[in-house]
C-alpha cells in the first residue's frame, strides 16, 4: 500500500510567488491545494490543478480550505485589495489563519513577509512584519521566511525598476536610490519556501532569505539596463525629492498599479538588509543567484507575453537599439 502524499494548502495560489511555488511543491512530493478567490477563472487557466475557494477573512471559508492538509503556504497580502485599510484587515486575516490551522491540526505554516524595517518604514513595510508576528503567536509552528526584493517576471517591484531602466535614459536621481538591498531570485525563493515546510523548527521562528549581492537602487537600475541592452541611464542626483513624491513619476513611467507601487517605493527610503544568511546555511542551499542570471531569466520569461504595445512600447524599442548602437 502506498502513503498518502501529505498535501499543503497554497494560499495565494495565482499570485506571482504562488504560480511559482506549485511546480516546486510538486516535485518535492507534495499533493498541492490551491487556493483562490475565484476558482472558475483559476480552473480555466490551470485546470489540472486542485482548486479550492478562499476568502482569508472567513473563518468557514478558511476552515473548508484547510479541511485533509497538513501543512500551509501564506502568501497573502492584502495591499493589492485596494482598501484604505489594508494593514488592519491583514492583521485580522493572519489571526483567522492561525486560529484555524490549530482546528485543523496543521503541522506548520510557511510564511513569506518582508525583511524587518526601521520605525519609520512603510505602512506595507510593517504590516508583513506584524502578519508574521501573529502567525508566530499561533499554536501552529510557523517559519516566517523575510525577503526584500524578489527578481521574476510577475514580481511587482521587479515591474518597476525593469520598466524604469527600459524607458528612462535620463531620470532624477532620489535619494532612496542610494539605499541598499540585497535582490533574491524567485528561484531560489520557491526553494525557501518548500525547504521551510520540512525543516526542523521547536518552536516558531523566522530567518531571512536575502540574495548574494547587496547593491543599491542605483546599482540595481544600471545592471537591469546592462542586461536589458540599453545605455546605461543617466542620473542626476536630487537629495530632497522624496520616495512619496518620486512615487508620482514612478507612476507615469511602469505598468504597475500605482496604489501598490507607491507602497513599495516610499518603503524603499532605507536600507533591507538581512541580518545573516543563516537559513541557506542551515538548509546546505548555498548556490543563490546572482542579480544579473536572475534578471535575465525574468527578461527571457516576458517574451512569452505579447509585445509591448503603445508609445512605451515604441520608447523601449528606440532605446534597445540606441543602446546595440552605442556598444
Known sequence: MHEARRKVLLTGATGFVGRHAYRALVDAGWAVRCATRNVAVAEQRWPNREWVQLDVSDAASVSSAMTGCNAALYLVHGMATHSDDFRREEIEQAQTFAAQAEDAGLSR???????????????????????????????????????????????????????????LPLMVLPRWLESRTEPVAIDDI????????????????????????????????????????????????????????????????????????????????TDLIAEDHRFWELTGHHELVAFDAAARTALDAEHRDPPISGPWGLVERVLRLLGRHGS
Not at 211 to 223: C, F, K, N, T
Open 190 to 269: 520557491v526553494t525557501a519556501l518548500v525547504l521551510g515546510l520540512d525543516m526542523e523548527m521547536s518552536e516558531s521562528t523566522w530567518y531571512d532569505v536575502p540574495g548574494p549581492e547587496v547593491l543599491s537602487g542605483r546599482q540595481i537600475l544600471e545592471r537591469t539596463a546592462a542586461v536589458l541592452g540599453v545605455r546605461e541611464p543617466l542620473m542626476i542626483a536630487v537629495p530632497f525629492l522624496s520616495p512619496r513624491l518620486s512615487s508620482h513619476w514612478v507612476r507615469f513611467v511602469t505598468r504597475a498599479d500605482w496604489s501598490v507601487a507607491r507602497e513599495v517605493v516610499v518603503g524603499l527610503k
Open 109 to 167: 505554516i510557511v510564511y513569506l513577509g518582508g525583511v524587518a524595517a526601521p520605525d519609520d518604514a512603510s505602512e506595507h513595510l510593517r504590516s508583513r512584519e506584524e502578519v508574521g508576528q501573529v502567525l508566530r503567536a499561533g499554536s501552529v509552528p510557523a517559519l516566517e521566511l523575510r525577503a526584500s526584493m524578489i527578481v521574476g517576471h510577475g514580481s511587482l517591484s521587479w515591474l518597476i525598476v525593469r520598466d524604469l531602466a527600459a524607458r
